[in-house]
């Protein structure tokens, strides 16, 4: 066995030799799955591992005819390979399931998309990302499905001690005090939630929590920032949302179209409609 693309084996331009590309879900892997990837460097490419952009990991330098060998011994480890070709390819997820900036659990998120949906093959390639926070990231309007986690903040005026804690802390001057009154500029407020954290009176808490929804990203050759949805999806309706999103365009895409590419010939109300969902 030497492997395909879709296997995880990517030719090099060098005659004979090919990289295999491992999955970590959500850029996560054990100690002893490290262990194991490094042992395959060692033994199979030339001792070194590169990271790729969406988080996984490939073994270059290892000779076509070894390929299965390596992806036999990181099976063993509980390892795949793949990530490659028009598939649904591996969910990039930030840190911001500890990540003191995180709104959302973006690592369950992915782990749980990509064992629902990762590798299924597709007309099309789909990428998706998810950030914890409008910090961003994974810099998600870039993605087929991009998801940003966000907290909007309530006020307790009564609780408030005026201790300017989230006044220094906003960095879009949402929040200040004027001769001792609190004063809150909605309009401007991006969601962030860092108020809510360092209120040190619990006098700031979450007025809505859970991720907005980019569709139809793309970077690369052709680069189309994703149109954003209205409102919030809560974090527990994601999974479901994102199957609806890569069933319909399974269906509807036509050769050689991306989800951005779609939405652009069939027209983005008609799309969101059908799933949905709301501008």
Known sequence: MTGTKLDGVLPQKEKGYVSVRVKAPAGNLTAEQLEAVAAAAKKYGRDYVGATFRLNLEIPWVKREDAGAVA????????????TGPTVRSVVAC?????????????????TIEEAQGGRPLPRKIK????????????????????????????DAD?????????????????????GTFVFSSERCIGCGDCIAVCPKDAI???EQGLTLFLGGQAGRR???????????????????????????????RKGERLGQMLDRLGPDEVFAALGLER
């Open 223 to 253: 680069v189309r920032a994703g149109t954003r949805l209205a409102g919030l999806v809560p974090e527990e309706e994601v999974p479901a949302l994102v199957a609806r999103v890569i069933d319909y365009f399974a269906e509807h895409t």
């Open 205 to 207: 808490s979450v007025r």
């Open 72 to 83: 036999a011994a990181l099976k063993a480890a509980g390892l795949e390979t793949g990530s």
């Open 95 to 111: 840190k911001g399931t500890v990540c003191r900036h995180g709104c959302a659990d973006t690592q369950v998120l992915a782990r």
């Open 128 to 155: 998706i990302g998810i950030a914890g926070c409008p910090n961003n990231c994974s810099r998600v309007q870039f993605n087929d499905i991009g998801l940003m986690g966000r907290a909007y903040p309530t006020f």
């Open 159 to 179: 609780a408030c001690i005026g201790c300017g804690a989230c006044v220094r802390l906003c960095r879009e001057g949402v929040v200040s005090i004027d001769e």
